[in-house]
């Protein structure tokens, strides 16, 4: 599964937020996980949506985690390439 959402109040977009409670209360596990964050100024969804994941069971963050600040630009154009390659590798 891939994760993505804005950096809000240096936290989660509440929506996704509440998404990812959903997840852990339903004891989601044994999965494969890429994460993508956009903010303007400090990226930090990345860090906030492991941290609400952090207890779930066997769960495999892929790398790269994409960075995208404000619009997309060739790096995080190259960083998305580079999670689909990992994602279809799993």
Same mark, same amino acid.
């Given at each position: 599964?891939?994760?993505?959402? #804005?950096?809000? %109040?240096?936290?989660? *977009?509440?929506?996704? &937020?509440? *998404?990812?409670?959903? =997840?852990?209360?339903? +004891?989601?596990? +044994?999965? !494969? $996980?890429?994460? $993508?964050?956009?903010?303007?100024?400090?990226?930090? @969804?990345?860090?906030?949506? &492991? @941290?609400?994941?952090?207890?779930?069971? %066997?769960?495999? *963050?892929?790398?790269? @985690? !994409? &960075? $995208? #600040?404000?619009?997309?630009?060739? #790096?995080?154009?190259?960083? $998305?390439?580079? =999670?689909?390659?990992?994602? #279809?590798?799993?």
């Amino acid at each position: 599964m891939v994760l993505a959402t #804005t950096t809000y %109040n240096a936290d989660i *977009f509440p929506f996704m &937020k509440e *998404f990812i409670q959903s =997840l852990t209360e339903r +004891n989601y596990q +044994n999965r !494969v $996980i890429g994460l $993508i964050e956009n903010g303007s100024w400090a990226p930090m @969804a990345v860090k906030g949506m &492991k @941290a609400l994941l952090e207890g779930g069971k %066997n769960l495999t *963050f892929l790398e790269p @985690a !994409v &960075k $995208i #600040t404000s619009a997309l630009d060739d #790096t995080s154009r190259a960083q $998305i390439a580079a =999670l689909a390659d990992a994602l #279809t590798a799993e």
